[in-house]
Nanobody, 127 residues
Framework: QVLLAETGGASVQVGGSLKLSCAAS????????LAWFRQAPGKEREKVAS????????IYSDSAKGRFTISQDNAKNTVYLQMDMLKPEDTAMYYC????????????????????WGQGTQVAVSS
């Protein structure tokens, strides 16, 4: 059974930082692609960042580029999302997603192509 467990969400002020963690179990970590999505109230789930392979190649949404960093610790089967310069519009539930391999440049933004999801961790940014 594949399990993804996110932690690290909190309430922070504008300009602050948070580091989210996603611990993965029940899968061959190196064969899976892990990503971060988020969903704000009343909005659709949207991509944030993804690992492309076990070597650490990454891709980001335009809103995350330059402020967020996705990374991994293969020994711990954990993927992280370092979020800096947080803005109120970053307020959302953040989800870890997993898939057998990289879905593709056009596909990765579609939540429906990701096979596994964590329960989410809440991030709230206030001014």
């Amino acid at each position: 059974q594949v399990l993804l467990a996110e932690t690290g969400g909190a309430s922070v002020q504008v300009g602050g930082s948070l580091k989210l963690s996603c611990a993965a179990s029940g899968l061959t970590y190196s064969a899976y692609c892990l990503a971060w999505f988020r969903q704000a109230p009343g909005k659709e789930r949207e991509k944030v960042a993804s690992l492309l392979d076990s070597d650490g190649s990454t891709i980001y949404s335009d809103s995350a580029k330059g402020r967020f960093t996705i990374s991994q610790d293969n020994a711990k089967n954990t993927v992280y999302l370092q979020m800096d310069m947080l803005k109120p519009e970053d307020t959302a539930m953040y989800y870890c997603a997993g898939n057998w391999g990289w879905p593709g440049l056009a596909e990765w933004s579609d939540p429906n192509v990701w096979n596994y999801w964590g329960q989410g961790t809440q991030v709230a940014v206030s001014s």
